[in-house]
């Protein structure tokens, strides 16, 4: 078996408290894979371990063969692992259409030009035209982002994502404060993204993981607990017990 992502035997520690316990993880190319776990669990923790925000203390992160532990984020982003975030992270100032194109300019070593003018980069602005159609925001392309709802600022950052062209992306609570409305969209833009891209995401909604997961990873005080298909780790005693309270 090939896997595009492989954590092994990963830990960190602050002090004598241990955060992540040797977690095991492999994802196959093209899976769509959810990270669920009470509060507290160890899921952002994770994230950062494979996203260059922390460095772990011990183990390794093999992306396509490749160790990612010890880089930093924009190694790892330039190796093919993006990730949005819970908390919405964009440009303010710039509009929608800038936004994604500032992203599109960062992966072609031309963040300079954003300094200077967008005008002159009709490439960039039709690879990022592009990514606006595929989440639903061409027709706001030249919006200011304060005027976009709280669901349309997380498509905008999946667009910021793509932008650079992941292999592998990381979604932190993808739905998180959205309406019904915009949680439907999302899932719906999820399956697009997964068309593309292998997606490991953490998400509370479990009708949302059982609906969209190939595998599902649940972890409990940095340990993980179980794994399998939605319907094994639907019927497994121990996550009943540990996170879904039956």
Not at 3 to 9: A, R
Not at 98 to 115: E, I, T, Y
Not at 130 to 148: C, D, E, F, V, Y
Request: charged fraction near 20%; charge should be positive.
């Amino acid at each position: 078996m090939s896997w595009i992502f492989e954590t092994v035997d990963l830990c960190k520690s602050f002090g004598s408290l241990k955060v992540a316990n040797n977690i095991n993880m492999r994802l196959r190319p093209g899976e769509v894979r959810a990270l669920i776990g009470p509060n507290g669990a160890g899921k952002t923790t994770f994230f950062n371990l494979i996203t260059g925000k922390l460095r772990p203390s011990s183990g390794q992160v093999k992306f396509e063969g490749r160790d990612l532990a010890g880089l930093s984020p924009y190694q790892i982003v330039r190796a093919g692992v993006g990730r949005s975030f819970q908390i919405t992270n964009i440009f303010p100032r710039l509009d929608v259409l800038q936004n994604v194109m500032a992203a599109v300019l960062a992966r072609k070593g031309k963040a300079s030009s954003v300094l200077v003018r967008f005008e002159g980069c009709r490439e960039e602005k039709e690879e990022a035209l592009a990514l606006l159609s595929l989440i639903g925001l061409a027709h706001k392309s030249m919006l200011a982002t304060r005027n976009l709802s709280h669901g349309e600022r997380r498509y905008l950052e999946f667009g910021v994502a793509l932008a650079l062209r992941p292999r592998m992306l990381l979604l932190d609570e993808p739905t998180a404060g959205m309406s019904p409305e915009e949680t439907a969209s999302t899932v719906s833009l999820i399956r697009k993204i997964a068309e593309n891209t292998t997606v490991l995401f953490t998400e509370h909604d479990m009708s949302i993981v059982f609906s969209i997961a190939d595998r599902i990873t649940v972890l409990q005080q940095g340990t993980i607990i179980a794994e399998g298909t939605p319907d094994e780790v639907r019927s497994n005693s121990l996550v009943k017990t540990a996170y879904l309270g039956e």
